[in-house]
């Protein structure tokens, strides 16, 4: 489990979850989601619950896509900060899996 912070002042927070970010890997929901100015705001946060929202439609309401908007995606405190946030856990949990699966097939 991972906290991720949705304020500067860093009172508001969200749990994420390993499933969280597997689902976020599993249908690539953050590339691509942030322009070449490597801008996150608010327009962003909304492309991506757009996405989503068109994933469960296609899906018939896969539940890990559920859970993730319930737990994060749409959560109260979900802001262009908190997004950004979540797209630097996503990047560093990546790398770590990377490693894990390059050490598992070193003899």
Not at 44 to 56: A, C, G, N
Not at 73 to 80: L, T
């Amino acid at each position: 489990m991972y906290t991720i912070k949705t304020n500067k002042s860093g009172t508001r927070s969200i749990e994420v979850t390993d499933e969280h970010l597997l689902t976020i890997d599993k249908y690539q929901l953050l590339s691509g989601m942030v322009d070449s100015n490597g801008i996150v705001d608010e327009t962003v946060l909304d492309k991506l619950k757009l996405t989503i929202r068109s994933l469960i439609v296609s899906q018939d309401g896969s539940k890990e896509l559920l859970d993730l908007c319930i737990d994060v995606i749409y959560h109260n405190n979900m802001k262009a900060i908190g997004l950004s946030a979540l797209i630097e856990l996503y990047k560093e949990w990546k790398e770590r899996q990377a490693e894990e699966e390059t050490a598992s097939k070193e003899p």
